[in-house]
């Protein structure tokens, strides 16, 4: 059985920093793509930022310049830097892996997400 848990989410003021972890664990063969998404109450949710397999990354058009997406392998694990928050930032920050079973297929799993609110 494989799980994904994030962790990070905090309240912070505008202009402030903070970085969000989220781990795999299970049976995991490998972990392609890797990715952030959010959701606001009231909102669709949206990309923040994703990464693949060979480091290459891609952001959301709001969040560009502000946040960096990296991950560990070696822990299966993602990370996503974010800073110089701003209150419209607020939101549940979910991960999304899509990892490689150890029968040979891929599948999604998403974590059930961290609360960052940004206080003006």
């Known amino acids: 059985q494989v799980q994904v848990v994030e962790s990070g989410g905090a309240l912070v003021q505008a202009g402030g920093s903070l970085r969000l972890s989220c781990a795999a664990s299970g049976r995991i063969f490998s972990i392609n793509d890797m990715g952030w998404y959010r959701q606001a109450p009231g909102k669709q949710r949206e990309l923040v930022a994703g990464?693949?397999?060979?480091?290459?990354?891609n952001y959301g058009y709001s969040v560009k310049g502000r946040f960096t997406v990296s991950r560990d392998n070696a822990k299966n694990t993602t990370y996503l830097q974010m800073n110089n928050l701003k209150p419209e930032d607020t939101a549940v920050y979910y991960c999304?892996?899509?990892?490689?079973?150890?029968?040979?297929?891929?599948?999604?799993?998403r974590g059930r997400g961290t609360q960052v609110t940004v206080s003006s």
């Open positions: 990464i693949t397999a060979d480091g290459s990354t």
């Open positions: 999304n892996f899509a990892i490689l079973l150890q029968n040979g297929l891929y599948k999604p799993y």
